[in-house]
């Protein structure tokens, strides 16, 4: 029997760019890359289901993780918690070439028929370079006229916004309920971390036509459900779209 695979979409970023910092309202690079416990617990609930996950990104670099996902402070003071999740992804590093993701162009068309499923995890390292990738925007392209498994979460969804440059080249989602890391949880980032301003994700993918649910319960790990898309707001929703992930790709 032919291994269970899913693909796992990650960022070359290693910052993104922030706006209108300062008085003379400057663009800069803010350090960020992949949030640790987005990647860390959906990717832990694939392995212990028996999935093969192989990771990709836009030119096969190293992904970066965001520095304010590895400190004590994300994970509330458990320092086990974090060990757990960083010896992970070093495993990840040894056995499964997270170091040296595919690049999106060599994964061709054929071979994304391998694949049950895909994951987007979060941090604001997808706003750099997967929101206008042709190449993925044709990988989940392929996800979604498949109706494989889509998960994705807070920065995650603005990966969505590629099928408009490759695939149909249009918006792959209009009419979806998603959920993704709101506009109010990044205008709060943007006063008491960045003091500048971001590109806000639920606006530009409600700009697309996607219905965003957003609010008190998505802020505290509610996910949101729609066709083989599962999506989430932020880290409190991790453990519950990697099982809810797991869950559509054995249905």
């Known amino acids: 029997m032919?291994?269970?695979?899913?693909?796992?979409?990650?960022s070359d970023a290693s910052s993104f760019p922030l706006y209108n910092?300062?008085?003379?309202?400057?663009t800069i690079q803010q350090?960020?890359?992949?949030?640790?416990?987005?990647?860390?617990?959906?990717?832990?609930a694939l392995l212990d289901a028996g999935y093969e996950v192989t990771f990709a990104s836009p030119e096969g670099k190293e992904p970066t993780p965001d520095p304010l996902s590895t400190s004590l402070?994300?994970?509330?003071?458990?320092?086990?918690?974090?060990?757990?999740?960083?010896?992970?992804?070093?495993?990840?590093?040894?056995?499964?070439?997270?170091?040296r993701p595919r690049k999106f162009s060599e994964i061709s068309d054929d071979?994304?028929?391998s694949f049950d499923g895909v994951f987007i995890p979060g941090g604001h390292a997808p706003l750099a370079d997967l929101g206008d990738n042709p190449d993925l925007g044709r990988i989940l392209w392929h996800f979604h006229s498949q109706q494989k498994p889509t998960a994705?979460?807070?920065?995650?969804?603005?990966?969505?916004l590629s099928t408009k440059h490759g695939?149909?080249?249009?918006?792959?989602?209009?009419?979806?309920?998603?959920?993704?890391w709101s506009d109010a949880e990044e205008k709060f980032m943007e006063t008491a971390v960045f003091r500048g301003e971001v590109p806000k994700v639920e606006s530009a993918?409600?700009?697309e036509g996607a219905e965003m649910v957003e609010g008190v319960k998505t802020s505290l790990g509610h996910i949101t459900v729609d066709r083989e898309v599962v999506s989430g707001a932020n880290p409190v929703a991790a453990d519950s779209l990697g099982k809810k992930f797991v869950e559509m790709l054995s249905a």
């Open 21 to 26: 910092v300062g008085p003379e309202g400057k």
């Open 205 to 207: 993918l409600r700009a």
């Open 73 to 99: 402070l994300a994970f509330a003071g458990n320092f086990y918690e974090k060990r757990r999740e960083m010896d992970l992804i070093e495993r990840m590093k040894q056995e499964n070439g997270f170091s």
């Open 152 to 160: 994705a979460i807070c920065h995650g969804p603005w990966a969505f």
């Open 111 to 113: 071979e994304l028929k």
């Open 2 to 10: 032919a291994p269970k695979k899913v693909l796992i979409i990650m």
């Open 31 to 44: 350090p960020s890359g992949y949030f640790l416990m987005e990647l860390a617990k959906p990717l832990q």
């Open 167 to 180: 695939g149909k080249k249009e918006f792959a989602y209009k009419g979806y309920k998603l959920t993704s």
